[in-house]
């Protein structure tokens, strides 16, 4: 492949300009000439004036909102639009000569809505004082809305019991494990603030790569459906990210710290969880101008709690045969001790710590131009709990991820009679850095920690060797510095018996690192007309430089590292207009999307053949049309509306496919393959119809079916032209259609959201058999996908302050009742299928609560309150089978398994009470010596502990209190 | 303070405090420190020659066969005094496929250095003959079963931080009586007759791989006795020779009083010879002779020599003594166990729990007594017994 080109060079010496605040502000500029593609971070709000008694359009209305400042003035029709209005809730005022003004308290703005307003002006002879009324708030149906999307406010994410941005998206239907509609991790796309980030190289393993802590966060809109010609990259779903803005008026914050430390050892997982914001005016720098601050701390002891402890396997998780031997072994006098000799309900070397900061500051500019800027940057790492090193007290596996995004947006706005422009542009950096490796002994011995969490980042061994130029490190020809040989037994409680199953010496063998950075630029520009018709268009460019290394063996002087260091490159843009009829019933949403892509590889399709021609991989592009329609059915009064929409969408496949690989593709085959390339787009095309009804006043149910095939979906080859056996192909394809139903009830006090989802996913395997190849079609067989599962339901309910009232307590329960995932059976490795149907794993529930009570004032500070919270995860202790073996459809494995890793030479020689070897549980007989019969019994002991199930179930119960302050 | 700052107060407490999962720890060799007897090694082959690590924490022994030398005899290794995990002394001198036996390590009066002797030269008496021979024929009887029989040995001082080969060492060969090839005999045409003679102290090395010939420093730590099998010899250390100790015949297991006054060793009675004859024949006639000459062992004498004056002074049946610190008392083996005598022979007594005990060492603060213990499958193992 080619490094370093000319033009790369280029590239990256203008990105070093970034460094500087000057530079920086010039390729700002130079992206905004550019043009770009984005989504909107801000919503709008249509309206009309009317006279109040007659009924009439007033025209000539001065229409504001108070915070930030935003005006226009309403057409001869009365009509008017406000664009670029913050999300949240807002102050609208209206003034007229010759009528009282009218302010709109609350009214709620949502990032990408239109807010529909309506305003009747009473007639006044004499200037009196105005009036104030209650402005809009959640709509239960809306019927311009062709989308399927649900939203999570600010003032819920604060009160639900979610620890990750994560969570809360998991309660958005059909979204479940990552999974958005059946579609594999990675086929849905994060759009922060109006700007599309992807962890482009590996989202399908490590997700997002970016995290923001929830109480950053000012609305969680899911998009599952339908989304417009405005989000690319995306298959499956867009969660659209909008962050908090400081308060323009005063100072507010909140802070809380809860813990589970008081728990008693079965329920501690170790998390403690600090988090504190605050936002406000910085008026030294201008009216208007706010920062907003958050920073986020988890300290885990316990860092993976879909663990039911170090318990190894119990008769009940095998088949009878191999129970027989279990109970055999927990009977026996001297063998009941090997039955597992180490249990634990948490996990050691499991430690990690989260650690977020997130910094918004705004600026208005002008009365028109505003400037955001954004920084954010996070680090998450822990301690990977390796069964192999589970008795190794000196080595353990860890990884560190660390996230930087910093943004900067420009935002302009002209309000005109009857119609508004806006334009948006934006320039973001981001770097993505991921390090997997043996740890430095002194991070989990030395590092100083205060309830899990540490300030200084995880240490690993040989980390500045592995990072240095790769031509340095071959010349060098050592091992990873500080890297040993694992292997041993002593210290295992199976001593010499468990050589060849535990690593009771030496480290890890991996040394693994990528590193992922991209420049990006985006432009939008919008037309609104206050009848609600609008006409958008965009584009974006991101360079991205990506880095990927793994040394395995990294003992060994001279192993070679897989290393590539390559500059793809992403292009978008969009067109998108918005009519409504006449009769403004009826909504029409068209668009088209180009999206491109290019590897920046060039490579030999033959490896074998060193004269091979190179092949410099070129622009891959596709066009994408997106409609939608909306409109309320005719004679309903408005009180039902169905909704349309189809579109072709596509993704890039994720980098990491140029590269050679191990990947669990959307058949979960786990196949190595050698990378690709010349891999063009993953695709699909998705249609649904839905319908939402209003009951009532309070209660809104939304049905939709969807249906959605996709192509081009990343696997191992079949024999295609222009690829070769066992190099990754785009030639997987599937199908997932589905129902859902969503029902939404708004009350004074009270919110509840519930979703159900009735979903197939099917994939048709495209691996060849051996028998197959010039034919390919003869091997395709449909089976389900790995993440099909069938049914799944979510309920949220919010109550007090957490469904958006005034009050001194707030509670939020959210429970999920899932079907399982299908029992995939074929051989873990290699591609060898046993085309027997799946069967699925049983169903799994989990329920959250989180309270919280506000206690009183805090003395000192008039306006400082504080309160007690209880949260408390998994409520009903379900253990939630999420994963069984492939080979068996059980927990455990089957017995020949273990004793395929227990089978081993006799032992040359017994060994006696004085060897660093010997094991007093080993000497079954207690005369100090450890003959070949109890060296055997012990290994099938030690490989029976091996294979212990920790990490096949959901999330273990947790109760956690703390206090919480706010002001 | 008021409640409420109490709680947080608490809570933070709480949260601070606690910590993670331990990691597993494995504490299986707890032997009670105060045990009145403990078996320290359990090995299915031999350990001998128990010896104190100067401060008495440690029991240095040489051990036949052991983790990853497998049969390789006379690995040198030290374990705690109450039971534990072995290890080797030397990591770099027995290292590898090179592995030298050593025998009878005794550690300096001031411990900067140990004495052992590295076994150079160790034959298996050949009573199976060499192809192209396939029959062995011997007469008046068969010979005993196939064992070691010690021909070379060099005594060695070593300092414990020396890390440099063996060589480098101050050291003294010597030449074990018991192999000679005797070229004036021509029977059968043959180049010569193969003699071995089975003195004392090679049956007994024979049988048990007991090393009687071992070392023991002078107080003053400059020299050592030691026996050649036949008599005891005083070593000033580094010199190119030993002078014979005079009156010590068939002297051996030296053992040099606290007070540098007295040696103690044992001296091995026998009774007249008897000699075996045998002869390896094959498809070309008779191809090797060898002649065996054994002696019965009719007793072991404990003796006390004056170094300086060739005082004699004997205390009755004795094998293997041991001083205590004080010099007051002496442990021998005596009728299958470990007995107590005081060195002026006034009194002896049995230490209890010592039965089938031999090579007694007692500890610095003589408040142990290390020893070994044949077990039933007739291989020594090293135990401690805490001494009234």
Redesign the interface.
């Known amino acids: 492949m080619r490094k370093n080109s000319p033009c790369h060079r280029t590239l990256w010496a203008a990105a070093g300009l970034l460094l500087t605040p000057r530079g920086f502000a010039a390729w700002a500029l130079l992206a905004l000439l550019a043009g770009t593609a984005s989504a909107q971070t801000t919503g709008s709000i249509l309206g009309r004036v009317l006279d109040g008694d007659t009924g009439e359009p007033l025209a000539g209305a001065e229409v504001r909102v108070l915070q930030p400042p935003l005006r226009t003035i309403a057409a001869e029709d009365g009509r008017f639009i406000l664009v670029a209005v913050p999300t949240g809730q807002r102050s609208v005022r209206v003034e007229r000569i010759g009528y009282r003004t009218t302010t709109l308290e609350a009214v709620l703005v949502r990032a990408s809505r239109t807010t529909e307003l309506r305003v009747e002006l009473k007639a006044s002879a004499v200037a009196i004082e105005g009036v104030v009324v209650e402005g809009g708030g959640i709509r239960l149906i809306e019927p311009d809305v062709h989308v399927t999307h649900d939203v999570v406010l600010g003032h819920e994410l604060r009160e639900l019991p979610v620890d990750r941005m994560a969570e809360a998206i998991e309660l958005a239907p059909g979204v479940s494990d990552g999974h958005f509609r059946g579609g594999r991790v990675g086929q849905e796309v994060y759009v922060l603030d109006g700007l599309v980030v992807k962890n482009p190289l590996e989202a399908s393993t490590q997700g997002f790569g970016l995290e923001l802590a929830p109480s950053s966060l000012d609305e969680v809109e899911v998009l599952t459906g339908g989304f417009g010609a405005e989000y690319g990259s995306a298959l499956s779903g867009v969660v659209n990210l909008v962050t908090r803005r400081g308060d323009p008026e005063r100072w507010r914050g909140r802070a809380s710290l809860l813990t589970d430390h008081w728990a008693p050892a079965s329920l501690l997982r170790g998390f403690t969880g600090l988090s504190a914001s605050a936002g406000g005016p910085l008026r030294f720098l201008g009216s208007g101008t706010t920062l907003f601050v958050d920073l986020l701390a988890q300290g885990m002891l316990d860092a993976e709690p879909r663990a039911r402890g170090l318990t190894c396997l119990e008769p009940a998780d095998v088949d009878s045969t191999f129970a027989a031997e279990i109970e055999r072994m927990r009977e026996g006098f001297a063998t009941r001790g090997l039955h597992c000799p180490y249990t634990a309900p948490a996990l050691p070397f499991q430690r990690g710590d989260k650690l977020i900061g997130f910094l918004r500051f705004d600026r208005p500019l002008s009365s028109e131009l505003g400037l955001t800027a954004t920084l954010l940057r996070n680090r998450f790492e822990r301690e990977l709990f390796t069964p192999e090193f589970k008795y190794n007290r000196d080595y353990q596996l860890g990884q560190r991820n660390i996230g930087t995004l910093a943004t900067l947006a420009l935002d302009w706005s002209r309000h005109r009679r009857g119609s508004a422009y806006h334009v948006t542009a934006r320039a973001a950096a981001m770097r993505i850095d991921r390090h997997l490796g043996a740890l430095d002994p002194w991070t989990f011995r030395d590092r100083f920690r205060v309830a899990g969490f540490g300030a200084a980042d995880f240490r690993f061994l040989g980390e500045d060797f592995v990072r240095r130029p790769i031509n340095d490190q071959l010349a060098e020809a050592r091992a990873v510095p500080g890297y040993l040989r694992p292997g041993g037994a002593t210290g295992s409680p199976f001593g010499p018996a468990a050589e060849g199953i535990f690593s009771t010496s030496g480290t890890p063998d991996i040394a693994n690192w990528s590193r992922s950075d991209f420049l990006a630029a985006d432009l939008v520009g919008e037309y609104f007309s206050a009848r609600g018709a609008s006409l958008r268009t965009g584009g974006s460019s991101k360079f991205y430089r990506i880095e990927s290394y793994e040394r395995t063996d990294s003992h060994l002087p001279g192993s070679a590292p897989n290393y590539a260091r390559f500059y793809p490159a992403t292009v978008s843009s969009f067109l998108e207009t918005r009519l409504l009829t006449e009769e403004d019933d009826i909504t029409v949403e068209l668009g088209v999307r180009l999206e491109g892509f290019r590897s920046g590889l060039s490579f030999r399709a033959d490896r074998g053949d060193f004269l091979a021609p190179t092949i410099d991989t070129e622009w891959n592009l596709f066009v994408m049309p997106r409609l939608g329609a909306a409109m309320p059915i005719p004679g309903t009064r408005g009180r039902t509306v169905a909704r349309f929409n189809y579109g072709r969408v596509a993704q890039p496949p994720d980098f990491r496919y140029f590269l050679d690989t191990t990947i669990g593709d959307s058949l979960r085959t786990d196949i190595q393959r050698q990378g690709n390339p010349a891999l063009s787009f993953e695709r699909g095309a998705a249609y649904e119809v839905g319908l939402s009804q209003l009951l009532g006043e309070s209660v809104a149910l939304s049905a939709a079916y969807f249906r959605k095939e996709l192509t081009n979906l990343v696997a191992g080859n079949v024999p295609l032209a222009g690829v070769r056996e066992g190099q990754f192909s785009t030639a997987d394809f599937g199908e997932v259609q589905g129902l859902e139903l969503s029902l939404r009830g708004s009350w004074r006090l009270l919110t509840v959201r519930a979703g159900y989802a009735l979903q197939r996913a099917q994939g048709t395997v495209s691996t060849a058999l051996d028998d197959s190849i010039g034919d390919p079609d003869a091997a395709r067989e449909t089976l389900p996908l790995a993440f099909d599962r069938r049914h799944s339901a979510d309920l949220a309910i919010f109550t007090g302050r957490a469904s958006g009232a005034t009050a001194r307590w707030g509670a939020a329960l959210t429970a999920t009742v899932q079907a399982g995932y299908p029992l995939d059976r074929r051989a873990a490795a290699g591609d060898t299928l046993l085309l027997d149907r799946p069967t699925y794993l049983p169903w799994t529930a989990v329920l959250d609560a989180r309270a919280s009570f506000e206690l009183g004032s805090v003395p000192g500070c008039a306006r400082c309150a504080w309160g007690i919270v209880a949260d408390a995860r998994n409520l009903l202790g379900r253990e939630n089978v999420l994963a069984l073996r492939r080979e068996n459809g059980r927990v455990g494995p089957p017995l020949e398994q273990v004793l395929a890793l227990a089978r081993t030479q006799p032992l040359p020689e017994p060994i006696p009470f004085e060897s660093p070897r010997y094991s007093r549980a080993a000497d079954l007989d207690g005369d100090g010596l450890i003959t070949d019969v109890e060296y055997q019994t012990v290994r099938r002991a030690a490989a029976l502990d091996r294979f212990d199930p920790s990490l096949f179930f959901g999330e273990a119960r947790q109760v956690r209190f703390g206090v919480e302050m706010t002001f | 303070m008021n409640f ?1 700052d109490l ?2 107060v608490l ?2 407490g ?13 504490d ?2 707890g032997i009670p420190e105060a045990a009145a007897i403990v ?6 082959k031999h350990d001998h020659a128990p010896a104190w690590s100067r401060n008495g924490d440690s029991v240095y022994y040489s051990a036949h ?3 990853v030398f ?2 390789r005899p006379g690995v040198l ?1 030290s ?1 705690p005094r109450g ?5 080797r002394l030397f990591d770099r001198l027995q290292a590898g496929l090179f592995v030298p036996w050593i025998a009878a390590p005794v550690v300096s009066p001031a411990g900067d250095r140990i004495a052992f002797v590295f076994l150079t030269q160790v034959l298996a008496l050949g009573v199976t003959c060499p192809p192209p021979s396939n029959t062995l024929s011997c007469a008046p009887a068969e010979p005993p079963e196939s064992e070691p029989v010690l021909v070379k040995g060099r005594v060695t001082v070593r300092r414990f931080d020396a890390t440099g080969p063996l060589a480098g060492d101050l050291s003294l060969d010597i030449d074990y009586d018991g192999r000679d090839f005797d070229s004036s005999r021509n029977p059968f045409g043959l180049p010569g007759v193969e003699l071995f003679r089975a003195h004392p102290f090679q049956q007994v090395f024979t049988v048990d791989t007991l090393f009687a010939p071992r070392v023991s420093w002078a107080p003053d730590g400059t020299r050592l006795v030691l026996s050649d099998g036949l008599r005891l010899l005083i070593w000033n250390v580094g010199d190119a020779a030993a002078a014979p100790v005079p009156g010590t015949d068939d002297g051996a297991w030296p053992a040099w009083s606290p007070d540098g006054e007295w040696i103690a060793f044992t001296r091995y009675t026998r009774s007249g010879s008897s000699r075996i004859f045998c002869t390896c024949s094959g498809p070309f006639g008779i191809t090797g002779a060898q002649e065996r000459t054994l002696w019965s062992i009719t007793g072991a004498v404990l003796t006390l020599v004056r170094p300086t004056t060739g005082e004699l002074l004997e205390l009755g049946e004795g094998e293997a003594p041991a001083w205590a610190p004080d010099g007051a008392w002496l442990y021998v083996r005596r009728g299958g166990q470990i007995w107590r005598l005081a060195a002026d022979g006034s009194t002896a007594e049995r230490v209890p729990n010592t039965d089938r005990g031999h090579e007694p060492a007692v500890s610095p603060d003589g408040g142990r007594l290390a020893f070994t213990r044949a077990a039933e499958n007739g291989r020594f193992d090293v135990w401690v017994v805490a001494l009234d």
């Open positions: 409420r709680a947080l809570l933070l709480l949260t601070a405090c606690r910590d993670a999962t331990a990691p597993f720890r494995i299986d060799r078996q320290l090694t359990f090995s299915p066969g052991f983790d497998g049969t290794l374990v039971g534990g995990m072995a290890q």
